[in-house]
């Protein structure tokens, strides 16, 4: 509340102090122009007059599917009635537009946008999407031991969320002083069920089973921001307020039964907490006019989060800085500087009990949490040497200091380091090429995939040789290493080095004025070498040295788009993807009695066509059709992974109306 009180302070201090500045520039104004001269009449420019345009549809939605839903991952499977609409009024001073989607009850957007002058704006967006989830089963390949052993308790069960996101922006102006106060709101949700696959028996060691089952969900993520901002002479300035909260209304823990162990007895203790969060900001941001050709800005933010549920908290202060100076139309240069400070504190201990008999409880020791300081400074200079051709340089340096790193086998502190040089060409008429190298150096990075040093290199063409034809090719390749991993064995395991290759072409060709084609090629390559440390069930260490990790995906598509008449609309286009992965261990511990690489080994092939046409009547009458099919085929049908066969037909049709 405090700091509430203080933002709309600061808010009422920037309205009447810029009123004051208005008033005391246009005194000023008025004394130099002289009290006796008559000001001219200024014309007054009358609106004209734009009639409403409206434009309603409706249709249905038919669905069939079988097999997995990841046919149709962000698609919910079930016949609805589907609702569209687009509404825009312009009648000074007033402006109102509004677009309308609604597939079914989980998938729709809707856009609202109401304008009075310039005094008034407010914008809402409303999205939804739902998300198919795959439900893992969970193998025993050893069903005659207890320990480890399966408790499946969600067979057939099939999962999805809906995600849906809600913004709103409301902001006033003065008539007379461009100083405005605004309000900004956002609430995301995540509702549905998803799997919970846990690890219970004794929690530690022995008579271990893995568990799998049903989780209801209903998260919401609340955001406030009330701000305010104005020009007080050569700067602009703006300040605000925020407010976050993070709620589990559904499955909030989860009880289990859990044998009795060495610290503690059975009974049903609770685990899978998600817990609630709250938390506030300040930001201040100052900045000069960005008319001239040095512009200078600022922001400083302090921040600070809370669980609700533990105790634990997060303090963080950031501040940032930027210089741009444009000497001339060919040169310009670009400082940046940001420090952020982070300081999270956790309690020592967290006792939980068993829900059966709360006498039977357990403390255990928490870890201190890592708090960290970070700096980092970037410069950029781009260069146009001659028309058509333009080069930039940029290099960036980062200081990271940790606390109670040790306590984690983290490093004290990390230094970043990268530079880059990129270029954009015309070589030709119609003749396009940017390219660019990156190279990156980091001492001590702190996690293992972070590498100590990559190259990375990108270039792409576009061509266009005829204006019915039009070709692009990128090219993308990264290699990075890393020399020294650190892991809590003592082996000494050293190396990582991973591969990344990516390829995109497309060509679009215009046979007629109502007619194209475009043709598409996307390719992409990962594989990772990496010394692999586990202990094997004697509990002894050991280590696979460079074990590969690869995976590899061709995508192919085809899309036509047909004009026959002026009332009539056509597209239909197919695409084609193959994946596959896969990662090869060496140890014979790994490989018997079943290899742990079958659990990952992975080929499938995706099938998708689609077809979308319309017909105008006379009287802004028209009618629609689409039609969608996805094919997704598990190529190797292996019975240690989660992947299935499954099929998807969508068919939409829609009746619409303009006016």
Request: charged share 25%; proline share 4%; aromatic share 10%.
């Amino acid at each position: 509340m405090r700091k509430l009180f203080y933002t709309l302070l600061c808010i009422s201090i920037m309205f009447f102090g810029g009123r004051a500045f208005a008033e005391e520039v246009g005194s000023d104004t008025a004394a130099q122009s002289g009290d006796d001269e008559a000001l001219p009449q200024e014309e007054t420019y009358t609106f004209p007059s734009i009639k409403p345009e409206i434009w309603v549809s409706g249709g249905y939605r038919f669905v069939s599917s079988e097999g997995s839903r990841r046919a149709e991952e962000y698609e919910y499977l079930h016949d609805s009635v589907v609702l569209g609409g687009k509404l825009r009024m312009f009648s000074f001073p007033n402006r109102l537009h509004l677009d309308l989607d609604v597939r079914n009850e989980k998938d729709y957007f809707g856009d609202l946008t109401y304008m009075y002058k310039d005094i008034v704006r407010f914008r809402t967006i409303e999205s939804s999407l739902f998300h198919n989830l795959e439900n893992v089963r969970l193998i025993d390949l050893d069903p005659s031991t207890p320990s480890p052993g399966v408790d499946v308790r969600d067979a057939n069960e099939k999962y999805g969320i809906r995600f849906g996101m809600t913004n709103v922006f409301l902001r006033f102006k003065t008539p007379d002083y461009p100083l405005h106060v605004y309000l900004e709101g956002s609430l995301i949700e995540r509702s549905g069920t998803q799997q919970q696959r846990s690890l219970l028996g004794s929690g530690t060691t022995g008579n271990v089973v893995r568990t799998s089952q049903s989780r209801d969900v209903d998260q919401d993520t609340k955001n406030l921001t009330i701000g305010a901002n104005t020009h007080l002479g050569p700067v602009e300035l703006d300040i605000s307020h925020g407010e976050k909260r993070f709620k589990e209304e559904a499955d909030k823990v989860l009880y289990d039964f859990y044998s009795a162990s060495a610290v503690r007895a059975a009974g049903e203790y609770p685990h899978n907490l998600v817990p609630d969060l709250k938390g506030s900001s300040n930001t201040l941001k100052i900045h000069t006019s960005y008319t001239g050709s040095l512009v200078a800005s600022a922001t400083l933010s302090m921040i600070d989060r809370e669980n609700s549920d533990s105790g634990a908290k997060a303090d963080y202060f950031i501040g940032a800085g930027e210089i741009s100076w444009i000497e001339s139309p060919r040169l310009a240069f670009f400082l940046k500087y940001r420090h952020r400070e982070s300081d999270i504190d956790n309690p020592d201990t967290v006792t939980i009990a068993d829900r059966t008999n709360p006498l039977n409880s357990y403390t255990y020791a928490v870890e201190p949490s890592i708090s960290s300081v970070t700096d980092r400074a970037s410069a950029v200079i781009r260069y146009r040497l001659t028309t058509g051709v333009t080069v930039k340089g940029e290099y960036s340096y980062e200081n990271i200091r940790r606390s109670v790193s040790l306590e984690w086998d983290l490093p004290e502190h990390t230094e970043k380091n990268v530079a880059s040089l990129s270029a954009d060409l015309r070589v030709i008429k119609g003749v396009y090429v940017r390219a660019g190298y990156t190279h990156k150096f980091n001492y001590d990075p702190a996690y293992n995939t972070e590498p100590d040093r990559s190259d990375e290199g990108k270039v792409s063409v576009s061509v266009s040789p005829h204006p019915k034809v039009t070709a692009l090719v990128s090219f993308a390749i990264a290699n990075k290493r890393r020399d020294d991993l650190h892991f809590t064995d003592t082996l000494a395991a050293r190396d990582r080095e991973v591969n990344r290759d990516r390829l995109l072409g497309s060509l679009t060709y215009l046979l007629m004025n109502d007619l194209s084609f475009t043709a598409s090629y996307a390719y992409a390559h990962n594989k990772t070498r990496q010394d692999i440390v586990y202990d094997d069930i004697t509990g002894v260490p050991r280590i696979d040295p460079l074990v590969p990790n690869a995976d590899l995906m061709h995508n192919y598509a085809l899309d036509i788009n047909y004009l026959p008449k002026n009332n009539i609309t056509l597209n239909a286009g197919v695409s084609y993807t193959i994946g596959r992965g896969a990662f090869y261990p060496t140890d014979v511990n790994l490989l018997l009695p079943v290899s742990i690489a079958s659990f990952a080994e992975l080929k499938t092939r995706e099938l998708l066509f689609s077809f979308s046409g319309e017909y105008q009547f006379k009287g802004g009458i028209g009618m629609g059709v689409e039609y969608r099919y996805s094919d997704f085929d598990d190529v190797l049908d292996n019975p240690n992974d989660d992947v299935v066969d499954g099929k998807a037909h969508v068919v939409l049709l829609t009746l619409s109306k303009r006016w």
